[in-house]
């Protein structure tokens, strides 16, 4: 395909958003793992039976008597009766069938460093760690505190901590100290896997010496195993902090895998905090597994001996989780870990990235993409992207016009795309395009998943064959939550009480068109109302963000003494774009796509978004912003100095009108 930047490349987006939908590239229908429709009816039909035909792919020390336990709604045990591991799946089996010299992991680090990380280096290393991890205390039950940043030894850390029963509780390495404390103090963390130092476009953050002012208030702590990573200088503990190395060196080379029941606890993860408290999201064992090595393997078309993974979350998400560690390393494959940001030490690393090692699939968020939009086709236009023949979408609804960049300029029109839904809560993706399946429409997140039943419902619970709605999950899968840890009241009270413990309330909004294929919409509270006109907030920034002088937009509702409530829009124009008059351009074009009623009746012009360090907009923010209101936690953020510059910008603003 012809490479198209600028204006030629905005008339050929504008013409394909005409095209209704993408049908699979032929050669899917080919090659697919599956190409047969009746899937869905053999799922529908008997989903315990469909999920226990894909838990026989993993290796079992013992067989399950039961596939699905839901008889104490809604908490659910799935394969009751089974023995599993987590980390012999990931790795042993892999190396006893002969594929030990198989990369892992291509590691790239943000200046350029690079490790080969094959099967049988992490067998070695995660066996070293479990013993380490057993000689300083730890066993079967204790939670494990992991605070890394992407580098191979925090894949090796959840493995060693896998094998030997001690549940990991993994902290996004850009959060604030303080943030670690309340996660190991809420989780009763008795050991902390941490880090010298970690590296953030070309500054290194002295990690260990400031964790260390929080940690002397956590009586359950015991030890800490530090990574050396960089240069920095690392105080040492006497008594309690072990050096990684110095410990794995020491440690015996042959940890034998234990099983556990499948229901055993294997991680706690906490949201990231678009509540007030975060919430720590218990998944269990066999269930995960299952539910994360299938959708790898059928909704990535996943070849393991042949194709390059590349997600390009951070571990400390459950995009990590899932599409990083358990989900690629469950299915043998290789993948690329990346340390660094989208736009450093250039803003086509990326792409340079995907050229050097070939990455055949490729799996993001909607912001990055926007974000690499702003900056124009011209960087990935610099690199040979030839290779990938799959991309991938996470973290939040993609307007249309993200959607047909991505494919046409990152995939050059070759690429279908799967644009996936799913939650940490539900651990596994649950609604995606299937390659080689399914069509695709710009922007739609299509059909539940075969063995998934998902449904949009009006606010009593109603079913709806088409229009705007609820969304919800009606009966259980295998990678779904357990629990939120110390809490399950609050569990029930969040999920499953509005409609009773047989759905499961999503939390975000949809919509169901003619076709029965969905279309998220975000958050249940992201909902604007008009002089009686209901807006999803996603459905008025997808207009904003269709303008071509638009990179980014967030929507927040304002109280309004006329309408009741009003429009905010903040705004992330494209790089170099004069925004004089572009007020009323973007208010004209929202009412050409939407109606006169969406359009916004505040525009805020802003050089960036807040967005939580897995890039997902905190709008609760935005609408504290736009009410004058205190602002709440903003821990959270990956750069808490947006809030002041956009408190300047709207006071600067407030200053001129008046």
């Known amino acids: 395909m012809t490479k198209l930047a600028g204006t030629a490349l905005e008339q050929h987006l504008k013409a394909l958003l005409e095209v209704p939908s993408f049908p699979p590239p032929q050669s899917f229908v080919d090659n697919a793992l599956w190409s047969d429709p ?45 023995k599993i591991n987590a980390s012999y799946n990931c790795v042993d089996r892999h190396v006893e069938a002969g594929n030990g010299d198989r990369v892992a992991f291509h590691w790239r680090g943000e200046e350029g460093e690079e490790r080969t990380i094959t099967y049988a280096w992490l067998h070695e290393q995660v066996q070293r760690a479990a013993n380490a991890m057993t000689s300083l205390g730890v066993g079967a039950g204790d939670v494990v505190g992991i605070y890394l940043p992407m580098i191979p030894e925090v894949v090796v850390a959840m493995l060693a901590c896998a094998r030997i029963g001690a549940p990991h509780n993994v902290v996004f390495g850009g959060f604030s100290v303080e943030a670690v404390r309340e996660r190991m103090e809420e989780s009763d963390a008795k050991l902390l896997v941490t880090v010298d130092g970690a590296r953030r476009r070309g500054k290194t953050v002295p990690v260990k010496r400031e964790v260390d002012h929080t940690l002397g208030t956590l009586p359950a702590m015991d030890h800490v195993l530090v990574v050396r990573h960089t240069d920095v200088p690392c105080p040492m503990v006497s008594g309690r902090d072990v050096d990684w190395d110095t410990a794995l060196a020491a440690a015996d080379p042959v940890a034998p895998a234990t099983p556990f029941d499948a229901e055993h606890p294997l991680f706690i993860l906490y949201s990231s905090g678009s509540t007030a408290k975060p919430k720590g999201i218990l998944h269990t064992t066999g269930g995960y597994l299952v539910g994360t090595a299938f959708t790898t393997k059928y909704v990535f078309d996943l070849r393991p001996e042949s194709d390059v993974f590349w997600c390009s979350a951070d571990v400390g998400w459950i995009t990590g989780h899932s599409y990083i560690v358990y989900g690629p390393l469950l299915n043998g494959a290789t993948s690329v870990m990346y340390e660094g940001a989208p736009d450093y030490p ?29 900056w124009g086709a011209e960087e990935p236009n610099k690199f040979d992207l030839s290779s990938l023949r799959l991309l991938g979408s996470v973290g939040e609804p993609i307007n249309p016009k993200a959607w047909l960049w991505y494919r046409e300029v990152i995939g050059g029109g070759n690429c279908p795309i799967v644009d996936t839904w799913w939650q940490t809560e539900t651990g596994q993706i649950m609604i995606s395009p299937i390659p080689g399946l399914t069509a695709a429409k710009p922007g739609c997140a299509m059909r539940a998943l075969p063995g998934v039943r998902a449904e949009v419902v009006d606010n009593d619970g109603n079913p709806i064959s088409e229009g705007q709605g609820l969304l919800v999950l009606r009966r259980p899968w295998p990678g779904m939550l357990r629990t939120i840890f110390k809490d399950p009241d609050r569990m029930i009270r969040t999920y499953w009480e509005r409609f009773g413990v047989d759905t499961y309330l999503v939390g975000d909004a949809a919509r169901i068109d003619a076709d029965g294929d ?12 008009v002089s009686g006109h209901r807006l999803s907030t996603a459905e008025v920034e997808s207009a904003i963000v269709g303008h071509p002088k638009v990179a980014e937009s967030a929507v927040v509702a304002q109280d309004d003494d006329i309408t009741g409530q009003a429009i905010v829009a903040f705004v992330t124009p494209v790089e170099g774009t004069d925004t004089e008059r572009l007020d009323q351009e973007i208010r ?40 004058g209101r205190e602002l709440g936690d903003v821990t959270t953020l990956r750069d808490p100095a947006v809030m002041g510059a956009l408190r300047e910008l709207i006071a600067a603003r407030a200053d001129s009108e008046d």
């Open 346 to 374: 250039h803003r086509g690393i990326w792409w340079e990235t995907i050229e050097r090692y070939g990455v055949n699939i490729f799996y993001t968020a909607p912001t990055a993409i926007r974000a690499c939009m702003s």
């Open 38 to 82: 009746a899937v869905y009816a053999e799922a529908e039909a008997d989903p315990d039976g469909w999920w226990e035909r894909h838990a026989r792919a993993l290796h079992w020390d013992t067989a399950w008597d039961t596939v699905l336990d839901w008889s104490d709604k809604p908490f659910a045990k799935w394969f009751v009766g089974g």
């Open 518 to 529: 969905m279309w998220i919409l975000g958050r249940i509270d992201d909902v604007i109302n």
């Open 588 to 627: 004209d074009h929202v009412a050409e796509q939407i109606g006169k009623f969406a359009r916004p009746k505040r525009i805020i012009w802003t050089a960036d978004l807040p967005k939580t360090r897995s890039g997902k907009i905190m709008r609760r923010l935005l609408r504290d912003i736009a009410a």
